[in-house]
């Protein structure tokens, strides 16, 4: 079955650090992968995705996601950090042969920028 | 600016008591999803449907959980009865077409706390 795993639950950086959230997912076909932000009290919004080409996506608000096939990887990153950027970060795959558009989300990483 | 509606946002109830969670999808969007958000859980979906019909509801505790799409524009989730441990946000997503590519839009959650 597949799954999402997402290694760091909470993560606290100070404005202008750099980031790296790591998602890795189990599943053995293509697959399209996501990354969503949910900020406090809202609901989840899309960063970014990949589906197929360039493995380094660039989404909104100055993140990029590498995809590495060879160790089923998709990190999120973000070279310097701000306040606004606290919130809750979820990575998520579907599989393309399923042509369904079901997500399976990871657990999430909760991300605290002190200013 | 479309976007998916959910009402209540908010609704506590005592165990026991039917819960319905309503859902207006963005005009057009063929495709509803539902998940549901707890601390222990993350973000799990429950059912989704296409073209009003009830594709996969295997996520959904079929004794007391029932989904449905009367109609294009509103999608409910209802619990009856009600049990402390549904307490969660409970989010609905729409998307256009079937495609594992089309991105999905979420609403704003409604909050469900069973006393």
């Known amino acids: 079955a597949q799954s999402v795993s997402q290694h760091n639950h909470h993560v606290i950086l100070s404005e202008a650090a750099s980031l790296e959230l790591g998602c890795n997912y189990s599943?053995?076909?293509?697959?399209?992968l996501f990354w969503y932000v949910q900020y406090p009290g809202q609901h989840l919004q899309l960063l970014l995705k990949?589906?197929?080409?360039?493995?380094l996506v660039k989404g909104i608000k100055g993140f990029e996601a590498e995809f590495i096939k060879s160790k089923f990887s998709f990190n999120l990153r973000k070279p310097s950090v701000q306040w606004s950027d606290t919130a809750e970060y979820f990575c998520?795959?579907?599989?393309?042969?399923?042509?369904?558009?079901?997500?399976?989300f990871g657990q999430g990483t909760t991300l605290q920028v002190k200013p | 600016d479309a976007r998916v509606t959910q009402t209540p946002r908010d609704k506590v109830t005592e165990m026991g008591q039917e819960v319905t969670m309503r859902c207006q999808p963005i005009?057009?969007?063929?495709?509803v999803f539902w998940y549901r958000q707890t601390m222990m859980q993350g973000l799990e979906l429950l059912a989704y449907?296409?073209?009003?019909?009830?594709?996969?509801d295997s996520g959904m505790p079929k004794d007391r959980f029932s989904a449905e799409m009367p109609d294009a524009t509103l999608a409910t989730l209802k619990i009856q009865p009600s049990e402390p441990r549904d307490s969660a946000v409970y989010f609905c997503?729409?998307?256009?077409?079937?495609?594992?590519?089309?991105?999905?839009?979420f609403g704003p959650g409604t909050r469900l706390t069973v006393l």
């Open positions: 990949y589906f197929s080409g360039d493995p």
């Open positions: 449907f296409r073209n009003r019909a009830p594709l996969d």
């Open positions: 005009l057009g969007h063929n495709t």
């Open positions: 599943y053995g076909g293509t697959v399209n």
């Open positions: 998520a795959v579907n599989s393309y042969s399923s042509n369904t558009g079901k997500l399976i």
């Open positions: 997503a729409s998307g256009l077409g079937s495609s594992s590519y089309n991105e999905q839009f």
